[in-house]
């Protein structure tokens, strides 16, 4: 099966610019998940969907991260307007719902530098 | 609030050697715990998980892991490590009720000939 599929994989902006990211889930699966890796840390959660719908999105910066889901597929994260914390992977990740030992499926990731 | 602790930010070891990597988990309701492993410029890949079928686990690339409540750990063991095994090792907690993954820090294992 096609696994996660991300773009970009890399990304440079200046500081207060946006930045958008694309995932496309494996397909069927019903949760995807973005994440937030900086540098020497593990992956920080920063929202889940279920299907089109948020599930948890406690730990995003709303007022500079958005993110959809549109008829539960692809989904986008975008940045507005960006800072230099904000350096990070952006990881995409998918599972089949409803079973909370599932694995979750990772894309490679988009790697963003804000200078 | 679920947490995993991972002591040792590097590991070093020569190949051939065991590999032991530290995990301890937080969770105030029985947990699934998950070793995941990420190569360079690429994502996270599942090595293995317990979902308290059995304590020891066995998983990908010869690793496995033993869940102990009494020591609230999950460390990860291969009996003799490989060049390729050079990466970053990841534990992670679920919650029974939530597919929400929290992970640790990260170790990164350095393998020398």
């Known amino acids: 099966e096609a696994g996660v599929a991300q773009s970009p994989r890399y990304k440079i902006i200046e500081k207060r610019q946006s930045v958008a990211f694309w995932c496309n889930p494996i397909?069927?699966?019903?949760?995807l998940y973005w994440y937030q890796q900086i540098l020497g840390q593990g992956p920080k959660l920063l929202i889940q969907?279920?299907?089109?719908?948020?599930?948890?999105d406690s730990q995003l910066p709303k007022d500079r991260f958005s993110a959809e889901r549109l008829k539960g597929v692809d989904s986008t994260l975008k940045i507005q307007p960006a800072k230099l914390e904000d350096s990070a992977v952006y990881l995409c990740?998918?599972?089949?719902?409803?079973?909370?030992?599932?694995?979750?499926?990772f894309g490679n990731g988009t790697r963003l530098t804000v200078t | 609030a679920q947490s995993v602790t991972q002591l040792g930010s590097h590991v070093s070891v020569s190949e051939g050697a065991l590999v032991l990597l530290r995990c301890n988990y937080s969770?105030?309701?029985?947990?699934?715990l998950f070793w995941y492993v990420q190569y360079p410029n690429q994502g996270l890949q599942l090595l293995l998980k317990?979902?308290?079928?059995?304590?020891l686990v066995k998983g990908i690339n010869g690793f496995e892991a033993e869940f102990k409540k009494s020591e609230t750990s999950f460390h990860l063991t291969k009996p003799s490590a490989h060049m390729s095994d050079a990466a970053e090792y990841f534990c992670?907690?679920?919650?029974?009720?939530?597919?929400?993954?929290?992970f640790g820090t990260g170790t990164r294992l350095l393998v020398s000939p």
């Open positions: 990740a998918s599972t089949t719902v409803g079973r909370a030992d599932s694995p979750l499926h």
């Open positions: 397909s069927g699966h019903a949760t």
């Open positions: 969907f279920q299907n089109n719908g948020v599930v948890d």
């Open positions: 969770s105030s309701v029985p947990p699934y």
């Open positions: 317990y979902t308290s079928a059995a304590t």
């Open positions: 992670a907690v679920s919650d029974q009720g939530f597919q929400k993954l929290v």
